[in-house]
């Protein structure tokens, strides 16, 4: 059965850094572009980050040098390293496979307040 489990998620100070971590099971990962989305309250579910099978990676223009995506195909995980938070980076970030079929994870919700 298709898993994907978000983890990493918190409560950080402004400036701060997490580390969110999925990992996937139940299909073959290494043939899935892997996506990072967040939604905040009251908005749209955005595309924060994108890995494709290859490693190729592309940025929403508002975390653009302050988040990192990886993934560790051994591993079945892909991360988001995310650094410099901001108030507005406060969100549920949810894992997204895509290749044929898409799949999501549940969430980790993500909070940058003082």
């Known amino acids: 059965q298709v898993q994907l489990v978000e983890s990493g998620g918190g409560l950080v100070q402004p400036g701060g850094s997490l580390r969110l971590s999925c990992v996937a099971s139940?299909?073959?990962?290494?043939?899935?572009?892997m996506n990072w989305y967040r939604q905040s309250p009251g908005k749209g579910r955005e595309l924060v980050a994108t890995?494709?099978?290859?490693?190729?990676?592309n940025y929403a223009d508002s975390v653009k040098g302050r988040f990192t995506i990886s993934r560790d195909n051994a591993k079945y995980t892909v991360y988001l390293q995310m650094n410099s938070l901001k108030p507005e980076d406060t969100a549920v970030y949810y894992c997204?496979?895509?290749?044929?079929?898409?799949?999501w994870g549940q969430g980790t919700q993500v909070t940058v307040s003082s």
């Open positions: 890995i494709t099978s290859t490693g190729g990676t």
């Open positions: 997204n496979a895509f290749h044929w079929v898409v799949y």
């Open positions: 139940g299909f073959t990962f290494t043939n899935y572009v």
